[in-house]
């Protein structure tokens, strides 16, 4: 066996030009890799900054404890209201409905793709599933306004769910999740070695239970960050819930005879998630150094809080079970 050792320059004045272009390369890398770090930290000073100045006019107690969400009348309003947590839960239920419809589907779609389909079909509905992936939100948005919601008016009454409402938005933005957690689970369990279902097999297994009982351990930290991910993602979204959503967070607290709104448990009731708001704030309806103005960068630091968490939780999961080959 005879191994090949790549050219070496003789020329000096080669070996100077190959010199220079690697440090080229390597400045430029650094360079890109120190934009990205600085833009990014730009970006959340800008944003806790702005959101600081919220809480100069505003309680920050007011902020987390308020149960209604009316910020755009003056703070010396009686009306005025600015409890987070009431676009908090409008935000919670779009995404706990997206992920009962993604979950189940994208899991679905990555077992079969990953231990069902034969190779050649699994070439060609791979890419066509990722592609879903790739439909902008609005095109989803206006699905769910005018399609979803008019079926779902249509078997359950007009009466009982409303024009806009978190369980249509709730459901499309589930479809378009299930792309990421079907692609990102199935490569999880295509990375699991033939050996251990082979050897599974060996031992007389079904291939539910190689599926189940192998296969599906085996990706545990895969699927899980590929879920956290999709939640992360589903809590980020704009155009889906702006659309079919809604635009008014109702008041968490019930009437002199009840603990909480029952509404806020409706999922046909309609509801305004935090990205909502901010479309909506910052679509005209807030003037710039405004109580409301600076709502908006408040709100977007709470949403960046949520989906940072999420991300961290999702690397400390794969960190920690992660299985290695």
Known sequence: MTTTSPPSPTNPLSRKRSVVGETVIHNLLRAAGAI???????IVFVLFSEAFQLFLDVSIV??????????????????????????IQGTLMVTVIAMLVAIPLGLASAVYLADYAPQRVRKV???????????????????????????????????????????????????MIVPTIASLSEDAMSAVPDSLRMGAYGLGATKRQVVTQIVFPAALSGI?????????????????????GGNLAPDL???ADQVVNPDIFNPFK?????TAYIVQAIGGEA??????????????????LMTFSLNIAAQRFVRRFREVY
Do not use: C, H
Not at 36 to 42: K, M, Q
Not at 133 to 153: D, E, H, I, K, S
Not at 161 to 175: E, K, T, W
Not at 224 to 238: K, M, P, S
């Open 36 to 42: 990205s770090i600085l833009t990014t930290i730009g």
């Open 62 to 87: 007011d902020f987390f404890t308020d149960t209604a969400w009316r910020p755009f009348v003056s703070p010396d309003s009686p009306s005025f209201a600015i409890g987070i947590f009431a676009l």
């Open 125 to 175: 509905l791979k890419p066509i599933l990722e592609v879903l992936a790739g439909v902008p939100t609005v095109v989803l948005g206006y699905f769910a306004l005018t399609a979803m919601t008019p079926a779902l008016r249509a078997i359950l009454g007009e009466g009982t769910v409303d024009f806009f409402n978190p369980f249509s938005a709730g459901i499309v933005m589930g479809i």
């Open 224 to 244: 899980v960050a590929a879920i956290i991910l999709a939640i992360g993602r589903a809590v980020g979204e704009t155009m889906i819930v702006a659309l079919a």
């Open 253 to 255: 607290a019930g009437t």
């Open 270 to 274: 309609q509801v305004q998630t935090m």
């Open 287 to 304: 003037t710039r150094g405004s109580v409301t103005y600076r709502s908006i960068f408040a709100v977007g630091a709470t949403l960046f």
